[in-house]
């Protein structure tokens, strides 16, 4: 059964596992190595956000992906720093897998003026361009049509970039979303669009909003070439991503993924949602934990090369060195000047 038939029949269903081994053949230890210590570093930033959020250190909202990095790793291992790549709320893999700095976001998170925003963003309001990110913003599909024009922008400046709007299944009910398809087909905007079906909208499981589970039946209705992908098989997100990347950058027009996962922590915050009452169900966060990317990788690289543990270990170890080290130095910075905040807002008054 492929993972598309699945996902209309049974997704939810106990019995699906997702978490055989991954077909590491046509995979070099060297790259794969490097892909798990970018996921590695993602989910530990978000490990100290939650930390940090949890103890009321960072002040204002976060949105966790953690369980979803293969996502974002395997597709940004075929961009480009001149790519222009928009996200939403749950954006810091997004953000931090395109090669951002760990310091700078935390720096951000914690309102100093050295962060991505200058500190005046927070985590739903991110940006890093030298490194192909164009904004993160959290009024959900908002930055959907935005790809798209930074799409048909690189094609009439006769450039073979592309634009990626990540969005969730939940951003998929929202009308601009089908508006966006429509015109990036009809016009062959290079765009990679990525929906990361992790089959919550906020509360609400996608069986309480859509008929079916899957969603790129909209890719079909609107011609554009797609793959619907395990999201927590870096592997399989990979091929996927080579694929679609390189025939959108070919000037043949936009292309859809649809990547089923799942988050470990609830919609927002530290919390797991399961521990405030909403219907989640602590069986399928269960499940889907055994399905953790990360851990699967590990996992399959070691039953490749036994030696290999001790190094998966260490790098693991100083990552982790590196982003508390990344933390205190985020600490130490400044606040912005208060005159900063209206001139953010107004712009400077002209003399
Ligand atoms: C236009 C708009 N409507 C509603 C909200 C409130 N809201 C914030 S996140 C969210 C859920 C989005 O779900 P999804 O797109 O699947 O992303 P996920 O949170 O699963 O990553 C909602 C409804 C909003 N921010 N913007
Ligand atoms: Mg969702």
Not at 145 to 153: E, N, Q, S
Not at 291 to 302: G, S
């Amino acid at each position: 059964m492929t993972l598309e038939s699945d996902l209309s029949q049974s997704l939810l269903s106990k019995t699906v596992h997702l978490d055989a081994n991954l077909d590491l053949r046509s995979h070099s230890i060297e790259s794969l190595l490097n892909q798990l210590k970018i996921m590695q570093l993602i989910r530990n930033c978000e490990i100290k956000i939650a930390e940090m959020r949890k103890i009321g250190i960072i002040g204002g909202p976060v949105h966790l992906g953690a369980g979803q990095e293969a996502v974002a790793v395997g597709i940004s291992r075929f961009l480009r720093k001149t790519d222009r790549v928009f996200s939403a709320h749950r954006s810091h893999a997004h953000l931090l897998a395109l090669g951002a700095s760990p310091k700078a976001l935390f720096a951000e998170l914690l309102g100093r003026s050295t962060g991505l925003t200058k500190g005046m963003g927070g985590s739903m309001h991110l940006w890093d361009q030298p490194n192909g990110f164009y904004g993160s913003v959290p009024i959900v599909a908002g930055t959907v049509p935005l790809a798209v024009g930074a799409g048909l922008a690189a094609k009439m400046q006769i450039k073979d970039d592309i634009a990626v709007s990540y969005f969730g299944d939940g951003a998929m009910e929202e009308g601009v979303v089908h508006e966006s398809l429509n015109l990036a087909s009809h016009l062959a905007i290079p765009i990679l669009f990525v929906c990361e079906n992790n089959l919550f909208s906020s509360h609400m499981h996608i069986s309480q909003r859509q008929p079916i589970h899957s969603v790129a039946r909209f890719a079909d209705a609107n011609k554009i070439r797609k793959k619907v992908v395990d999201g927590n098989n870096l592997i399989e997100v990979e091929s996927a991503a080579e694929e679609l990347i390189a025939y959108a950058r070919s000037g043949n027009g936009p292309v859809f993924i649809e990547a089923v996962t799942y988050r470990h922590f609830g919609h927002v915050d530290w919390r797991d949602d399961i521990d405030v009452g909403v219907s989640r169900s602590a069986e399928d966060l269960e499940v889907w934990k055994l399905r953790d990317p990360i851990t699967r990788l590990e996992k399959a690289l070691i039953l490749l090369d036994p030696k290999l543990k001790n190094l998966i270990e260490s790098q693991s170890s100083q990552i982790n060195d590196e982003i508390n080290n990344a933390w205190k130095l985020a600490e130490m910075d400044q606040f912005p000047e208060p005159s900063f905040l209206l001139e953010s807002v107004y712009g400077k008054e002209s003399k």
